[in-house]
């Protein structure tokens, strides 16, 4: 289980940021997390990932406090920034190892779970290939066979579909029901309505840092579409 906790963060000299967020997700749970443009989205996740320190509140994933042992909540986790952050000297596979070491793969571990994934993403050309030299897409492909390759008990993306072709697309779609079904849980930030209404059973949308809808996706859909409920909590915007 994933338990954010009053969790609040401000920038210094600004009232930016989010506020007294809590939030309970499950094994097998998928989350959309949506919100305006400066809402607090990226805010949030980066907090709840470990990038950001914050002001208030706690985050614990299953029994692990995130402040008191940090090196083992961050062994569980999978995390998709919103802009790839890599190494531009690096080859692919260099990059995934240098990862997979990280979380302590084994080798055979690795090469099993990376043979499904490259082919999967189409990167089976590409792996050898600099960093430097792909596309955003193929940079966000990249991403998501490092968070991936070692099954980490919760996923959270930052707005992974941007950058991505149509089959990338489907993959991911897929791949985020498969491992919900398998026990993962799953946090995501879109501005994809159309896909978050299908495929998630919970849905938060943020609204000048704050919470203003936190509940199952059933519950919201039986008053309106996904589309009309976030125009309307931000029409003040």
């Known amino acids: 289980m994933l338990s954010v906790k009053n969790l609040s963060k401000t920038y210094k000299g600004s009232n930016k940021g989010v506020q007294n967020l809590s939030l309970e997700l499950h094994e097998g749970d998928i989350c959309a997390f949506i919100g305006a443009n400066g809402a607090g989205k990226t805010t949030t996740i980066k907090s709840i990932v470990g990038i950001h320190t914050f002001d208030e509140g706690e985050v614990k994933l299953y029994d692990t406090n995130l402040k008191d042992d940090p090196e083992h909540y961050k062994s569980m986790i999978g995390y998709s920034p919103d802009t790839p952050a890599l190494y531009n000297n690096m080859t692919g596979k260099a990059y995934i190892e240098l990862i997979a070491s990280l979380y302590k793969m084994e080798a055979d571990e690795l090469d099993e779970r990376l043979r499904y994934l490259l082919k999967e993403l189409k990167f089976e050309s590409a792996v050898h290939d600099l960093v430097s030299s792909y596309s955003h897409g193929?940079?966000?492909?990249?991403?998501?066979?490092?968070?991936?390759?070692?099954?980490?008990?919760?996923?959270?993306?930052?707005?992974?579909?941007?950058?991505?072709?149509?089959?990338?697309?489907?993959?991911?779609?897929?791949?985020?029901?498969?491992?919900?079904?398998?026990?993962?849980?799953?946090?995501?930030?879109?501005?994809?309505?159309?896909?978050?209404?299908?495929?998630?059973?919970?849905?938060v949308i943020l609204n000048n840092g704050e919470a203003v809808v936190n509940d199952s996706m059933e519950n919201v859909l039986k008053k309106a579409s996904l589309n009309e409920i976030f125009r309307d909590v931000t029409s003040n915007e």
């Open 138 to 203: 193929m940079k966000q492909r990249l991403v998501l066979i490092a968070l991936l390759m070692h099954n980490p008990k919760l996923i959270i993306l930052d707005e992974p579909f941007v950058g991505l072709d149509p089959n990338a697309t489907d993959f991911l779609v897929n791949e985020m029901k498969s491992r919900a079904s398998e026990g993962a849980i799953i946090l995501y930030s879109t501005h994809v309505l159309e896909v978050a209404e299908k495929i998630c059973n919970k849905l």
